[in-house]
């Protein structure tokens, strides 16, 4: 155990080869409150890790330690995340809790606060943050942001999804211009860049529960895979997934991201529109995480928590086609064929939408009902939940159903 104050004075006493915490604390002195040294290259990895465990110390800052080495406070010891050394923190930087302190010491007047944002995401080390149109001074609120969130390297202005291929709008605010990062959720890295492929913070409850549905062994295609959004957490499972994606950037990072979380042997990744492929699949589970709608919403930010940036939900023009041509982005009902000619009979689809609040109860089921019969197949609705707010007045929801 040593005091941050003097990083590396005494590693030979603690250490520095990687180890976990209880080995650690057996040198502990009385003093300080507790961090854990860890790589700063790794310093988001280690801070979801100790996040999961239920250690991470958020009220107080992420400092250097030296030597490319940064102190992460945390209340106890880690179990499970690696550390270099467990020290004491000497005189600790204890962090505004929230935005709205920090304008104040920046002088924000109770009318500016007011139009301070009021609500943004930590994706690994990127902050985005919608700007309310009238924000009084976007680099005060991006400069706070950093110092609110301890790990995080760069903040972005999220100005909302774009396309067939949901690809983000975004500029950068503060911080380092490497945006590239890895986000751990559940156990799950989904590495990327927040500035060229979207990641919806909101559907975090739906990535974890992928995870959980599935059975080992499970042949399941994920049609609209983007990073790896449900393919991951799915393989981690055990499933076997199929995953179709056609943007080659997200594609790039489904790839490296199968190798990231060692669940190669159990994803066939394919560059490609999933209608290319329905026909040669069969599979128990079909994943249906896209939603088409108007080009409206495109102009609404989409990485906010409550928000995924796609279009209320009427169907028009869009900015990008897909590979088959199609001049606006099709509704999920209108992917059905392609879902139904590779599910079992017998088989499960999670079947999204984004819709008006006025028809979510009914709206959903009956076009899934319906399309489904058109193909002379019986749909059986197990569950509907409300993955998340779209935008004002539009709700994003799953169906879990049976197809016979
Ligand atoms: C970003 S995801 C939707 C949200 C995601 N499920 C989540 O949880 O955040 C949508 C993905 O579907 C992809 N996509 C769009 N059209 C497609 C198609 N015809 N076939 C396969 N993937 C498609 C887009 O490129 C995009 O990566």
New binding site residues.
């Given amino acids: 155990m040593s005091d941050e104050c003097a990083p590396g004075e005494d590693e030979s006493e603690t250490g520095i080869d990687e180890s976990t915490g209880d080995e650690l604390l057996d040198r502990a002195s009385e003093g300080g409150p507790l961090a854990v040294v860890v790589d700063e290259a790794r310093t988001e990895i280690a801070i979801e890790s100790l996040r999961t465990e239920g250690v991470y110390d958020d009220e107080r800052a992420v400092r250097p330690y030296g030597d490319g080495r940064i102190a992460v406070p945390v209340d106890r010891p880690p179990e499970d995340t690696r550390v270099h050394a467990i020290v004491r923190q000497v005189d600790p930087d204890y962090r505004a809790t929230d935005l709205d302190a920090l304008l104040t010491e920046r002088g924000w007047s109770d009318a500016e606060r007011s139009r301070a944002p009021g609500s943004w995401a930590v994706v690994g080390d990127v902050v985005l943050v919608t700007l309310p149109p009238d924000c009084p001074n976007e680099t005060d609120v991006a400069e706070a942001l950093l110092e609110l969130h301890g790990g995080a390297e760069t903040v972005l202005a999220d100005e909302g999804v774009r396309g ?3 690809e983000p709008r975004t500029r950068h605010l503060a911080g380092e211009r490497d945006t590239e990062t890895v986000h751990v959720e559940h156990g799950t890295a989904y590495g990327l860049d927040p500035a060229a ?4 913070p909101g ?1 975090q409850a ?2 974890v529960r992928m995870g959980d549905v599935v059975d080992s062994g499970e042949r399941v295609w994920d ?5 790896g ?2 393919t991951l957490p799915m393989a981690r499972a055990g499933a076997a997934v199929t995953a ?4 080659p950037t ?1 594609f790039r990072y489904l790839v490296e991201n199968a190798v990231r979380n060692d669940v190669t042997d159990r994803v066939a990744a394919y560059n ?4 290319d492929l329905a026909e040669t699949l069969s599979v128990d589970r079909v994943v249906m ?2 939603y088409g709608v108007s080009a409206d919403a495109d102009s609404e930010p989409t990485l906010s928590p409550e928000s ?1 940036g ?1 279009p209320s939900p009427d169907g028009a023009a869009d900015a990008t086609r ?1 590979t ?1 041509g199609d001049a606006r982005r ?1 509704t999920a009902v209108e ?1 059905l064929p392609s879902a139904l000619d590779a599910l079992d009979h017998g088989g499960t689809v999670h079947y ?1 939408e984004a819709v008006h609040e006025s028809e979510r109860r009914d709206g959903p089921r009956r076009r899934l009902i319906e399309g489904a019969a058109e193909y002379g197949r019986t749909v059986r609705v197990l569950d509907q939940r409300r993955v998340k707010t779209h935008s004002a007045g539009v709700v994003h929801v799953v169906i879990d159903a049976t197809v016979s």
Avoid: K, Q
Avoid at 223 to 227: C, D, R, S, V
Avoid at 272 to 275: E, F, I, K, S
């Fill in positions: 067939t291929y949901r492929v979207m990641f919806s559907n739906e990535r049609m609209f895979a983007g990073i959004y449900f179709t994606e056609p943007n997200a490609a529109d999933c209608r995480g896209y995924d796609a897909s088959h099709l992917y999204h």
